[in-house]
C-alpha cells in the first residue's frame, strides 16, 4: 500500500533545527566537545516551592480526571496578576482561557480568525511556530521585516494598501524569539489604531514578559483599546522554567478567546490539574524567583557579550529575553558562520535566516548554559580565529 501525506505536509520539512542536531551529533562522535545555545528551553528548573506545590498535588485522587478549559481559580489568579503586574483589567470568565502551552495556543489561534487564503502579517523573522499556524489555517503570510534601524520594530507605514485591506490578522512577539527587542508604548499605539482602521485582529506573543534586564516590557493589554482588537498569549514556561508543564493562557478580546475556547473544546480535555495548582502558586508567590532568574540570565548575557567585545566581534546586549541576536563577522552568511563555530570552536547557535528572510545575517545564541560554560565559550570562540 502507498501512503500519501496531506498536502499540507509540504509546509513541514525538515528544518535547520534537525539538521544542525544531526551535525552536533556527528561531531560529538568524532570525539569533539560541543556547547550547544542553540535551544531554547530554559536549562535551570523551576523554583522549589513550585517543584513542593506539584508533588503534593500530585499524591492527591482525585486531581487525576478531565479539567477541560481550566478552573475558575487559575483564571481569577491570571486576571489578578495582569491587574497587579500591567494595570491591565482582565474580566476572569471572558477575557482569559488556559491553553496548553501558549505555542498550542497561537498555532491554532489562526484557524479560529482565518479563512484559506486570508493574509496574516507576520514578523521577520519570528518564532517558527507562527508560519505553522498559518499553514495549518491555509492562509498566506505577508512578512513584515524587523530592522536593525528601526529598533526592530515593524514598519505599519511599509505595508501596502491592498494588504492592508485583505490582512485578518497580526502576530507581534515583544520581547521577541529570536529578536530579543522591546516594544514602545508609541509603537503598540500605533498597531491599535492601525488593527482599528483595518479591522485586523492582533495576537501578541507575551512569553518573555518576566525576562527583561533594565527596563521592564509592555503588555499590549495595557494600551487603551487593545483588548477591543487583539489578545495576549503568556506563558510559564520561560517565565518560571515550566517548560516540559504545558501550560499557557491567552487574555484579551472576549469574541477571539470564545473563539479559541470553541476550538479547544473540540480537541483537547484540558492541563493535568497539578499542573494549574502549580501555575496559581508560581503567580501568585514567584516574584522574588523571576527577579533572581532575571539577575542569572543578566550575568550570563554580560559574559558573552563582554567576551564578544574582547574578541573584536560588537553585539549589541539585549533588553529582555534569554537570547542574543548577533550580526556575523564579515563576510560570512549565517549559515556559514554557524557551521564554521561548530567545526572551529565547538559552540552550537541558530542561523538568523532560520527564523525568516530577514534574519540573513545573524545569528541566535541562546543564554541556556551556566556562567563557567559560556567563558568557556568564548575561549573556544578566541582559539578559532573566525574574528
Known amino acids: 500500500m502507498s501512503i500519501r501525506l496531506a498536502n499540507k505536509m509540504a ?29 531554547g528551553s530554559p536549562d535551570l528548573p523551576p523554583a522549589q516551592f513550585v517543584i513542593d506545590e506539584m508533588t503534593k498535588n500530585v499524591q492527591d485522587p482525585a ?197 479559541l475556547k470553541r476550538l479547544k473544546s473540540n480537541i483537547d480535555f484540558g492541563v493535568f490539574l497539578p499542573i494549574q495548582k502549580t501555575a496559581i502558586s508560581a503567580l501568585k508567590h514567584g516574584a522574588d524567583f523571576c527577579q533572581t532568574l532575571r539577575s542569572v540570565y543578566k550575568k550570563r548575557r554580560d559574559i558573552l557579550i563582554q567576551g564578544f567585545s574582547e574578541l573584536g566581534w560588537k553585539v549589541d546586549p539585549p533588553k529582555a529575553s534569554m537570547f542574543i541576536w548577533a550580526k556575523v563577522p564579515e563576510p560570512f552568511t549565517s549559515t556559514e558562520f554557524t557551521y564554521r563555530l561548530i567545526d572551529d570552536a565547538g559552540v552550537v547557535v541558530i542561523p538568523g535566516n532560520a527564523f525568516g528572510k530577514s534574519g540573513e545575517g545573524y545569528v541566535r545564541i541562546g543564554l541556556v548554559q551556566p556562567e563557567e560554560m559560556l567563558t568557556k565559550v568564548v575561549k573556544q570562540m578566541e582559539k578559532s580565529q573566525l574574528f
Open 11 to 39: 509546509y513541514f520539512q525538515t528544518s535547520i533545527f534537525n539538521e544542525l542536531s544531526a551535525y552536533k551529533k556527528k561531531k560529538m562522535q568524532e570525539g569533539l566537545e560541543m556547547i550547544d545555545l542553540s535551544v
Open 63 to 259: 486531581q487525576y480526571g478531565y479539567t477541560l478549559t481550566g478552573i475558575d481559580e487559575l483564571h481569577e489568579m491570571i486576571a489578578a496578576y495582569y491587574t497587579e503586574q500591567y494595570a491591565a483589567p482582565i474580566h476572569t470568565e471572558t477575557e482569559t482561557l488556559m491553553v496548553m502551552g501558549s505555542q498550542d495556543g497561537l498555532v491554532h489561534l489562526p484557524m479560529v480568525l482565518t479563512n484559506p487564503g486570508d493574509i496574516i502579517l507576520l514578523p521577520d523573522p519570528g518564532y517558527t511556530a507562527y508560519q505553522t499556524g498559518v499553514s495549518l489555517a491555509n492562509a498566506t503570510p505577508y512578512s513584515m521585516p524587523l530592522k536593525e534601524e528601526n529598533n526592530f520594530l515593524p514598519d505599519l507605514e511599509a505595508i501596502p494598501g491592498e494588504i492592508r485591506k485583505k490582512a485578518k490578522m497580526m502576530i507581534l512577539n515583544f520581547p521577541g524569539n529570536p529578536v530579543p527587542a522591546i516594544a514602545t508604548k508609541e509603537f503598540f499605539e500605533e498597531v491599535v489604531k492601525f488593527a482599528k482602521k483595518y479591522e485586523i485582529c492582533v495576537l501578541h506573543d507575551f512569553a518573555y514578559s518576566e525576562l527583561y534586564y533594565e527596563e521592564k516590557p509592555i503588555s499590549f493589554l495595557s494600551i487603551d483599546g487593545a483588548k477591543e482588537v487583539g489578545v495576549e498569549f503568556n506563558s510559564f514556561s520561560k517565565s518560571f522554567n515550566m517548560a516540559g508543564c504545558r501550560i499557557g493562557y491567552i487574555v484579551g478580546n472576549a469574541e477571539i478567546i470564545d473563539g
